[in-house]
């Protein structure tokens, strides 16, 4: 705790009650099971962001008391700010969430989710990037196989994908594939043995 606190600019505390007491917002990250034993030192009344997973938010308004409490899922690409992070509606004049997901905009898109479909949601947006990686990752030992060196074929296929991520923010991928594939071309023949398989 102490490393991570001079890291980041903070102070090591001697307890989760000193820690929740002092905070202006909790930002609960612990294994669901885990939360009974947390909460009844997190219930202060402070803002809580829970990212745990497969938590309703009865339960956790039942173990942190009157807090207001925000549920985000967050994926992996927050750490470049470019993350999607799925969070219970908030409602018009609750400032204390409003707030929250400014926070949370700082480090990405905040798409809301009703709670009743959060788990379908966040496993698409969770695990996709994992995916989407796998692909990269045979792409480029494809290209060491086609006689590129290593180096170059992942800065070709990391500069290709992190392009076309931005692209498919202005055009939906089924037109993608479309206007990359030329009429009889090597992409489109790509493409055909793709669907075959």
Known sequence: AERLASE????????????????????????????????P??????????????????????ALGDAPVLVAIPNLA????????????????????????????????????????????TALMGCAGAYLAKACEALIEAGVEAGLDEELS???????????????LTLPPAEMHVAIASPGGSTEAGLEALEAA
């Open 78 to 121: 927050v750490e470049v700010n470019r993350g999607v992070i799925s969070h219970t509606p908030v409602s018009d004049g609750d400032e204390g969430s409003a707030q929250m997901l400014e926070l949370l905009r700082l480090l990405g898109t905040t798409v809301a989710i009703e709670e009743e479909i959060m788990d379908p949601a």
């Open 154 to 168: 992942q800065r070709l296929v990391r500069e290709m994908a992190a392009g076309t991520g931005e692209h498919l």
């Open 41 to 62: 030192a997190l219930a202060v009344g402070k803002p809580v962001i829970s990212v745990l997973g497969a938590t309703p938010l009865k339960r956790l308004r039942a």
């Open 8 to 39: 980041v600019g903070g102070e090591r505390v001697g307890s989760l009650r000193e820690l929740a007491e002092r905070s202006d917002l909790l930002v609960l990250a612990v294994k669901p099971k885990a939360l009974d034993e947390v909460a």
